[in-house]
């Protein structure tokens, strides 16, 4: 089995303080989450004002670029990698000035080919979520990565909020698997473990999970998130697959030689 790459998504979980973004910080990094992610944007060039709602939260929740430069500097600090969704190509560039060696596209964007482009040109590796995108679609992003040989990551994801367990369609992660030559990871929207420990199952390395600091953390996602004493528990459950599947090995086991005495010899 090969060993997962944890990412404790923070997203805009920070509610647009830098104190509780710096705690989500500390949080993903005692949980163990190997990187954490969050959400580069200006509000206006994201949504149109008429979407009042979403645009008055998504401003409470924006970051200024000099308080991402203070997250970055404190994750380098910690040890844990940071990275973030841009949606806009002035976020690229930023992000890019940061020195970040990993980007992500939301699922909203896989067909905003000027964002992409953009991203395209940092030539640094990138995960993509496929949430409610066609096939052509995936294949269309792919593609772009595969002409520039820059290293794609397609993440399975269902977006809805929060998804229901069975409603995750993992089966399309050993689709993906057979149809695109590059890295299959889950983003996943459920707010328990279970379908991030199958999906490991099924040979997934990348495992993006919406995070906050506990069950008292009132955030914009919070039904979509796990707290980090799960993140715990789901870091211990993905470790313990391999010991689980083992190796093949046929004939007495050291673990049956207390059973031998009943194992009958020839009998015909």
């Known amino acids: 089995m090969v060993k997962n790459f944890l990412i404790a998504e923070a997203g805009i979980n920070h509610n647009g303080n830098l104190k509780t973004a710096i705690k989500l910080v500390d949080a993903a990094k005692k949980s163990g989450a190997d990187a954490i992610k969050f959400q580069t944007y200006k509000t206006e060039k994201r949504i149109h004002k008429k979407y009042t709602d979403v645009f008055d939260i998504l401003k409470k929740c924006e970051l200024t670029y000099k308080e991402f430069k203070i997250i970055k500097d404190y994750c380098d600090y910690k040890k844990i990698k940071f990275f ?114 199958y999906s490991a199952l099924l040979g997934v390395k990348y495992i993006e999970k919406h995070f906050k600091i506990n069950e008292n953390h009132k955030c914009v996602d919070a039904k979509v998130s796990i707290t980090k004493n799960q993140f715990i528990n789901l870091k211990k459950n993905l470790s313990q697959i391999s010991k689980i599947i083992g190796k093949p090995k046929f004939g007495v086991r050291s673990e049956e030689l207390n059973s031998t005495i009943f194992k009958r010899k020839k009998i015909y």
């Open 84 to 197: 973030s969704t841009p949606f806009d190509l002035e976020a690229v560039d930023f992000l890019h000035s940061l020195k970040v060696n990993l980007f992500k596209v939301a699922s909203f964007d896989i067909s905003n080919k000027s964002l992409i482009e953009k991203i395209l040109e940092k030539k640094t590796k990138t995960i993509v979520s496929t949430g409610m995108a066609s096939l052509h679609e995936i294949n269309a992003v792919y593609k772009k990565f595969q002409r520039k040989k820059i290293p794609l990551i397609l993440m399975h994801c269902i977006s809805s909020y929060p998804n229901k367990i069975e409603n995750s369609y993992l089966s399309n992660i050993n689709f993906l698997k057979k149809k695109f030559n590059c890295e299959i990871g889950l983003s996943d929207h459920s707010n328990g473990i279970e379908v991030p420990v």
